[in-house]
């Protein structure tokens, strides 16, 4: 079945510091991605998607590409805050059923 | 607006015990979803509604149900507690299902703990 594979955490940078988070998935056809963050003692909200292969998806100052070639959707941001401290969730959409299929999630901790 | 509202916020629960958790929307959103949140593992879909009146078994569905009376609620139900089932609890909703954007917006969630 589909899935989404994430880099494990927790990852701890800087203030400033460039961010890459890691997730891969598997899945027939082409799904649509999507990038979820959850601030400490919140639920998730979504944070940026893309629909097919080369859309950019980008909020907030982070990015991700949708690459079919890797099956990729990595996250990125340049300068990371102290408020980007959170958990990283990828997912993909499964088939026809708006079911969303969820890694296991990356902690982020940014230090001042 | 509200949003998605879920209750209670916590509990500790007794294992046997029969437990419903609330979830209400007022986005007038189609599908809703409940998910349980368990370290390392993600959130795993539990059940879900495409549209009021009908319901369906997610990846974890096993000591679980769930009904969907109306547009707007969404409860589920533990009929006798177990403590595996000790877990955070997100409800979510979305517009539509198949063919929607996939969109799907998260209630604050429970933890429930079971004893």
């Known amino acids: 079945g589909d899935s989404v594979t994430q880099m494990e955490g927790p990852v701890t940078l800087s203030e400033e510091a460039f961010l890459t988070i890691n997730c891969t998935y598997t899945?027939?056809?082409?799904?649509?991605l999507f990038w979820y963050v959850q601030y400490p003692g919140e639920g998730l909200q979504l944070l940026l998607k893309a629909t097919k292969a080369d859309d950019k998806g980008s909020n907030k100052g982070f990015e991700a590409t949708y690459r079919k070639e890797t099956t990729s959707f990595h996250l990125e941001k340049g300068s990371v805050q102290v408020s980007d401290s959170a958990v990283y969730f990828c997912?993909?959409?499964?088939?026809?059923?708006?079911?969303?299929?969820f890694g296991a999630g990356t902690r982020l901790a940014v230090h001042p | 607006i509200a949003g998605i509202t879920q209750a209670p916020t916590s509990q500790i629960l007794a294992a046997g015990r029969r437990m419903t958790l609330r979830c209400t929307q007022d986005m007038r959103h189609n599908a809703m979803y409940w998910y349980r949140q368990d370290l390392g593992l993600g959130l795993r879909l539990i059940h879900y509604s495409n549209t009021a009146g009908t319901t369906g078994k997610g990846e974890v569905p096993d000591g679980y149900s769930v009904s969907r009376a109306n547009t707007d609620d969404f409860p589920l139900t533990l009929a006798s507690a177990v403590p595996s089932q000790t877990s955070v609890y997100f409800c979510a909703s979305s517009e539509g299902a198949s063919g929607s954007s996939g969109t799907q917006y998260f209630g604050p969630g429970t933890r429930l703990t079971v004893l």
């Open positions: 899945a027939t056809g082409y799904p649509s």
């Open positions: 997912a993909l959409l499964e088939g026809g059923y708006n079911k969303l299929i």
